[in-house]
């Protein structure tokens, strides 16, 4: 083989197709196709590993395209009623809210649920949309209350989360 050849052989085998999900709403996502998500996706969807903070109104800790990106505390054990890691919060498993100073992270404002999603709505699941990143974990750290109104100081106590 001469090397014209092999160099077309080397570059055909670099050329990447773009990574489109198969999710039915994605097509009114304008949003990522601003920011290149098909391109970004080709190298990487995102890993489990990776820890996101929403700090928002909360998250719909049922919605099909986030419940699976929920982080858990790895040092809580659910509605045992203890502080078991000693961080001051009793049952964080999902996070904390601040607004109320409890555990009770869910989303009944939509805001953070819809921001969630941006960040880290789970991909190619052919349900709903896809995040930035497919595979993530959401920390859930509510500072705004049910009708979205929050304050300086909740904002900062889950900065300090």
Not at 122 to 139: D, I, P, R, T, Y
Request: proline share 2%; glycine share 12%.
């Amino acid at each position: 083989m001469n090397k014209q050849v092999l160099y077309i052989e080397k570059l055909e085998s670099k050329t990447l197709l773009s990574m489109v999900p198969n999710d039915p709403l994605l097509i009114y996502q304008k949003g990522l196709d601003a920011i290149h998500c098909a391109g970004a996706w080709k190298s990487s969807v995102g890993s489990q590993k990776i820890v996101v903070a929403i700090l928002d109104s909360g998250v719909d800790l049922t919605h099909n395209d986030l419940k699976n990106n929920l982080w858990k505390n790895p040092g809580e054990i659910p509605n045992d009623g203890i502080d078991n890691e000693g961080d001051g919060y009793v049952d964080d498993v999902y996070g904390w809210n601040f607004a109320n100073n409890n555990n009770d992270v869910q989303d009944r404002y939509g805001h953070g649920t819809h921001v969630a999603g941006i960040v880290g709505a789970e991909g190619n699941n052919s349900v709903g949309v896809a995040g930035v990143n497919w595979n993530v974990s959401l920390m859930i750290l509510k500072f705004m209350d049910d009708r979205g109104v929050g304050n300086t100081g909740g904002a900062i106590q889950a900065l300090d989360y």
